[in-house]
Nanobody
Framework: VQLEESGGGLVQPGGSLRLSCAASGRIFGIVAMGWHRQVPGKERELVATITSGGGANYADSVKGRFTISRDNAKNTVYLQMNSLKPDDTAVYYC?????????????WGQGTQVTVSS
């Protein structure tokens, strides 16, 4: 699976951004997609995930501010980020989990920078 992210950038505190992640290639069997983020010197952390059935899960730090959604027809997952804070500054990575014979395959996008600053 190839994952292409877009939508990152610079935004002021309190602003909004929408990230997109389009999956292509051998996409059969994708059971979940999601977003993680990472800042230098820290481990990559979960932001939000969504299953093929639409069930969503969020990190406590983004609940009520971020919304994950997916368009199965376009093989695309979105992350709507509202009320952004400087602590949300990070590289955001799209992730897919694919159920295959023998196990689960995980793929990552190249990442997109989100900077929240005045």
């Amino acid at each position: 699976v190839q994952l292409e992210e877009s939508g990152g950038g610079l935004v002021q505190p309190g602003g909004s951004l929408r990230l997109s992640c389009a999956a292509s290639g051998r996409i059969f069997g994708i059971v979940a997609m999601g977003w993680h983020r990472q800042v230098p010197g820290k481990e990559r952390e979960l932001v939000a995930t969504i299953t093929s059935g639409g069930g969503a899960n969020y990190a406590d730090s983004v609940k009520g501010r971020f919304t994950i959604s997916r368009d199965n027809a376009k093989n695309t997952v979105y992350l709507q980020m509202n009320s952004l804070k400087p602590d949300d500054t990070a590289v955001y990575y799209c992730k897919s989990d694919q159920s295959l014979v023998g196990g689960v395959r995980t793929d990552w996008g190249q990442g997109t920078q989100v900077t929240v600053s005045s």
